[in-house]
């Protein structure tokens, strides 16, 4: 799309109707739109029928899959579980946003983890999955195991002094988690994976919480990192390091560290140069106990204990499934077009206001005039689509300590979402420093390509003249260039850290915790439009286990940029309805255009008597609750998307209501959010509920019999059972 339009710019400014720029990728809308489609890939290939989700706690990312796999386990969601990490990111953009960070070690220094020596790191890439069971269910199966996981501990560094920096406090904390309430102790650990990526702040950070952390146990473990042979994989460094430890433990031999020679000693001098491996060191005592660290930008920190399989040992007592808790909402923020508070969100639900408008003049960037480019991608009158769309919004830069400078640069999902957080923990009342986890259902920002295709400027302009009749000198041709690199995504050379960091999703979650000082694992949640709903499962786990006082949930997506708009309306129509409904209605066909933010806060009911409370769920996913006597309204999905409003339909028919229920969908408000529909729905559930009403559809005819497969016996069967459309 970037391509087209430039195309038709250049053309018209160089006078030559023959210039072509060749297209950097071949159009497959369905793979531009793919945050959470590794884990749906590998779910669908392998006819897995259980929970799936991608997630991002940056460089933390493997062992925080792995702790959610586990939960799921500890609860009875699962028998098994796949937990894993990829990283395959496009290495352009990794080097130049290393290159910013100045995390590379320059090319006349080292790469040595744990040396004095070490100037910075090497990227690389890879993936690994395991297979997880309960230990009693391995061992009745007869399967093959590997290791036992003894403990995981999870931490945010909270408030420090940059976002980027790692803060030992939060890194010790996610070690005494990890041995905390668990059969296992620090003192039998012998030996410690470590993060270590070779930069000189980060392995510091990293020596001296660990010195300081095993001190107390009066033990010191043996030091080694994998990162030495294979790099950083990021998302998947975790990964690594867990094979490692379990191949070291079946063969009973700790690889060394490559090319160590002048090793860094903690400040307090408890561990040094002596506790690295430097050659290949035997490990065949009949107890192996290891530590595993994972440590990520915003300060996300995971410590895994492991342990090696001991059958007389280690056998397992058969334990039941850890009961789900009821869980309070607390605490609630929003911000939809139209709707910039709770007030305003519940007077467009209860007035049956809708807020679909032309296009505001700088959404698109301009991109909306290539009336060609809108044809292409389905638009037939050229023209871009009424929207609930959200031109801009204010943001307080000396609360959320972000310079003007920053802000420019700054991802607009990341500063939106960090509004919206702060303002649902701050009607929630929750108090600073608590341990409180902070999990935010997104999709990656589609706006991204602006930059990837900024890069590809270069190569294409080069092919396009080459190609043509044009004779340009040097100066010609940059200032070719670089009209149109600008023209496509305009920034200066000097680049700030936070414009690279807006595109890992991670962060968004990590400045809210930054923000509130909280010390509970932060991160994101991808699974398109049920990210939300993933989230709401990882915090009931969460909740259940004890292992955090409450939860942040927040829902964010600007899904009305011309790249979501565009690419979605590939796959399916937008409705263009002059007087639009829900999905259902007999006028309406496609989806409505709509983005924005929400954000819940939960606690345990039995821990939330005496906070203000909005509703209880009582059950959500993983939670089988019946239809019963009490339900009298559904919010329904009504995404626009034929195939999921039929099954939607269809589902609702298998199960009869004890009295009439009432249907209805906040998209005929303020369009379809996307990786934010979910939160969008439950806030406004919860305001009916706490208000006592239900609300009327707006412009609702009846049902299109089309759009759910001509069956007249759906509508009837609908009607019948009880179910009404108000």
Same mark, same amino acid.
């Given at each position: 799309?970037?391509t087209d339009?430039?195309?038709?710019?250049?053309?018209?400014?160089?006078q030559d109707?023959?210039?072509?720029?060749?297209?950097?990728?071949?159009?497959t809308?369905?793979?531009?739109?793919?945050?959470?489609l590794?884990?749906?890939i590998?779910?669908?290939?392998l006819?897995?029928?259980?929970?799936?989700y991608?997630?991002d706690?940056a460089?933390a990312?493997s062992?925080?899959a792995?702790?959610?796999?586990?939960?799921e386990l500890?609860?009875?969601?699962a028998d098994m579980?796949?937990?894993?990490?990829?990283?395959?990111?496009?290495?352009l953009f990794?080097?130049?946003?290393?290159?910013?960070?100045h995390?590379?070690?320059?090319?006349?220094?080292k790469?040595i983890?744990l040396?004095k020596d070490s100037a910075?790191?090497?990227?690389s890439?890879g993936?690994?999955m395991?297979?997880?069971?309960? %230990?009693e269910d391995? &061992?009745?199966d007869?399967?093959?195991?590997l290791g036992v996981?003894?403990g995981i501990?999870?931490?945010n560094?909270?408030?420090?002094?940059?976002?980027?920096s790692?803060?030992?406090k939060?890194?010790?904390l996610?070690f005494q988690?990890a041995?905390e309430?668990n059969?296992?102790?620090?003192?039998?650990t012998t030996?410690?994976?470590?993060?270590?990526?070779?930069?000189? #702040?980060?392995d510091m950070?990293e020596l001296?919480s660990?010195?300081?952390f095993?001190?107390?146990?009066g033990t010191k473990?043996l030091?080694?990192?994998?990162k030495s042979?294979l790099?950083?994989? @990021?998302?998947a460094?975790g990964m690594t390091g867990?094979?490692?430890? @379990? %191949?070291?433990m079946?063969e009973?031999?700790?690889?060394?560290?490559?090319n160590?020679?002048?090793p860094?000693?903690a400040?307090n001098?408890?561990i040094?140069?002596?506790?690295?491996i430097?050659?290949?060191?035997a490990?065949?005592?009949?107890?192996?106990?290891?530590?595993?660290?994972?440590f990520?930008?915003?300060g996300?920190n995971?410590h895994?204990?492991?342990?090696?399989?001991v059958?007389?040992?280690?056998?397992?007592?058969?334990s039941a499934?850890?009961?789900?808790l009821?869980?309070?909402?607390i605490?609630?923020?929003v911000?939809?077009?139209?709707?910039?508070t709770?007030?305003e969100?519940?007077?467009?639900?209860?007035?049956?206001?809708q807020h679909?408008?032309d296009l505001?003049?700088t959404?698109w960037?301009?991109?909306?005039?290539?009336?060609a480019? #809108?044809?292409?991608?389905g638009?037939?009158?050229?023209?871009?689509?009424?929207?609930?769309y959200?031109?801009?919004?204010?943001?307080?830069l000396?609360r959320?300590k972000i310079q003007?400078?920053e802000?420019l640069?700054?991802?607009?999902q990341?500063a939106l979402?960090?509004?919206v957080?702060?303002?649902?923990i701050q009607d929630a009342?929750?108090?600073?420093s608590a341990n409180v986890a902070?999990?935010?259902?997104m999709e990656? &920002?589609?706006a991204?390509?602006?930059? @990837?295709?900024?890069?590809?400027?270069n190569?294409q302009l080069?092919?396009a003249?080459l190609n043509?009749q044009?004779?340009m000198n040097e100066l010609?041709?940059?200032t070719l260039?670089?009209?149109?690199?600008?023209?496509?995504?305009?920034?200066?050379?000097s680049?700030?850290?936070?414009?690279?960091t807006?595109?890992v999703?991670?962060?968004?979650?990590?400045?809210?915790?930054?923000?509130?000082d909280f010390?509970?694992p932060?991160?994101?949640?991808?699974?398109g439009?049920?990210?939300?709903f993933?989230a709401l499962e990882?915090?009931?786990n969460?909740?259940?286990?004890?292992?955090v006082e409450a939860?942040?949930i927040?829902?964010?997506d600007l899904?009305?940029g011309?790249?979501? +708009?565009?690419?979605?309306?590939q796959q399916?129509r937008v409705?263009?309805?002059?007087?639009?409904?829900?999905s259902y209605?007999k006028s309406?066909?496609?989806?409505? +255009?709509?983005?924005?933010?929400?954000?819940?806060?939960?606690?345990p009911?039995?821990?939330a008597l005496e906070?203000?409370?909005y509703a209880v769920?009582?059950g959500?996913p993983?939670?089988?609750?019946?239809?019963h006597?009490e339900?009298?309204y559904?919010?329904?999905a009504?995404?626009g998307?034929?195939e999921?409003?039929?099954?939607?339909?269809?589902?609702? @028919?298998q199960?009869a209501?004890?009295q009439a229920?009432a249907l209805g969908?906040v998209?005929?408000?303020?369009?379809?959010?996307?990786?934010?529909?979910g939160i969008?729905?439950l806030?406004k559930?919860v305001l009916?509920?706490?208000h006592?009403?239900i609300p009327g559809i707006p412009?609702?005819e009846g049902l299109?019999?089309e759009?759910?497969g001509?069956l007249?016996?759906?509508?009837?069967g609908l009607?019948?059972l009880g179910?009404y459309f108000p």
């Amino acid at each position: 799309m970037y391509t087209d339009t430039l195309e038709r710019a250049t053309k018209k400014l160089l006078q030559d109707d023959d210039f072509h720029i060749p297209h950097s990728i071949q159009n497959t809308p369905d793979n531009k739109v793919l945050g959470c489609l590794p884990s749906q890939i590998v779910n669908d290939a392998l006819g897995l029928n259980g929970n799936h989700y991608a997630l991002d706690a940056a460089c933390a990312t493997s062992l925080y899959a792995i702790k959610l796999a586990c939960d799921e386990l500890l609860t009875g969601k699962a028998d098994m579980m796949l937990a894993g990490a990829v990283c395959a990111s496009d290495q352009l953009f990794i080097h130049i946003g290393f290159s910013i960070f100045h995390a590379y070690a320059p090319s006349d220094k080292k790469f040595i983890p744990l040396d004095k020596d070490s100037a910075g790191l090497v990227s690389s890439e890879g993936a690994s999955m395991v297979v997880l069971k309960k %230990l009693e269910d391995a &061992e009745r199966d007869g399967d093959r195991i590997l290791g036992v996981i003894g403990g995981i501990g999870l931490s945010n560094d909270g408030r420090g002094k940059f976002l980027l920096s790692p803060n030992p406090k939060g890194q010790k904390l996610a070690f005494q988690r990890a041995y905390e309430n668990n059969d296992i102790s620090p003192k039998d650990t012998t030996y410690l994976e470590c993060h270590a990526t070779g930069t000189p #702040l980060g392995d510091m950070t990293e020596l001296n919480s660990t010195s300081e952390f095993f001190q107390q146990y009066g033990t010191k473990p043996l030091l080694g990192s994998v990162k030495s042979n294979l790099g950083h994989l @990021l998302t998947a460094a975790g990964m690594t390091g867990l094979v490692k430890v @379990l %191949l070291a433990m079946r063969e009973e031999v700790i690889p060394p560290n490559i090319n160590l020679e002048n090793p860094l000693t903690a400040d307090n001098g408890w561990i040094g140069g002596q506790e690295m491996i430097t050659t290949m060191r035997a490990w065949n005592s009949p107890k192996k106990q290891a530590g595993i660290n994972s440590f990520g930008f915003g300060g996300t920190n995971a410590h895994m204990v492991v342990e090696n399989y001991v059958p007389e040992e280690n056998a397992a007592n058969a334990s039941a499934p850890v009961p789900l808790l009821d869980m309070s909402i607390i605490g609630m923020g929003v911000y939809f077009k139209g709707c910039t508070t709770l007030e305003e969100y519940y007077d467009t639900i209860y007035f049956g206001k809708q807020h679909f408008e032309d296009l505001p003049a700088t959404r698109w960037k301009g991109f909306e005039k290539n009336k060609a480019l #809108l044809r292409r991608y389905g638009f037939e009158d050229g023209k871009a689509p009424k929207g609930a769309y959200i031109e801009d919004f204010e943001i307080d830069l000396f609360r959320y300590k972000i310079q003007p400078k920053e802000a420019l640069t700054l991802e607009a999902q990341q500063a939106l979402i960090l509004r919206v957080a702060d303002e649902a923990i701050q009607d929630a009342g929750l108090h600073q420093s608590a341990n409180v986890a902070v999990l935010i259902a997104m999709e990656p &920002e589609l706006a991204i390509h602006h930059y @990837l295709a900024r890069w590809d400027v270069n190569w294409q302009l080069d092919e396009a003249i080459l190609n043509s009749q044009l004779e340009m000198n040097e100066l010609q041709v940059n200032t070719l260039k670089q009209l149109c690199k600008n023209s496509i995504y305009a920034c200066d050379d000097s680049q700030t850290p936070s414009q690279h960091t807006s595109f890992v999703g991670n962060i968004m979650a990590s400045r809210i915790a930054a923000l509130w000082d909280f010390n509970g694992p932060a991160f994101t949640v991808s699974c398109g439009d049920n990210s939300f709903f993933k989230a709401l499962e990882i915090a009931q786990n969460m909740l259940s286990l004890g292992e955090v006082e409450a939860v942040v949930i927040g829902g964010v997506d600007l899904s009305g940029g011309m790249e979501s +708009v565009l690419l979605r309306n590939q796959q399916q129509r937008v409705n263009q309805s002059p007087k639009p409904s829900i999905s259902y209605n007999k006028s309406d066909n496609g989806w409505l +255009v709509g983005e924005g933010a929400g954000a819940i806060v939960l606690k345990p009911t039995e821990t939330a008597l005496e906070d203000k409370t909005y509703a209880v769920i009582e059950g959500c996913p993983g939670k089988d609750i019946p239809l019963h006597d009490e339900v009298s309204y559904i919010e329904l999905a009504a995404t626009g998307f034929e195939e999921n409003d039929r099954l939607e339909l269809h589902t609702l @028919l298998q199960d009869a209501p004890q009295q009439a229920v009432a249907l209805g969908s906040v998209k005929a408000n303020i369009g379809h959010c996307f990786a934010a529909s979910g939160i969008a729905a439950l806030i406004k559930t919860v305001l009916c509920v706490y208000h006592r009403f239900i609300p009327g559809i707006p412009n609702w005819e009846g049902l299109d019999l089309e759009h759910i497969g001509s069956l007249e016996s759906t509508a009837k069967g609908l009607v019948e059972l009880g179910y009404y459309f108000p």
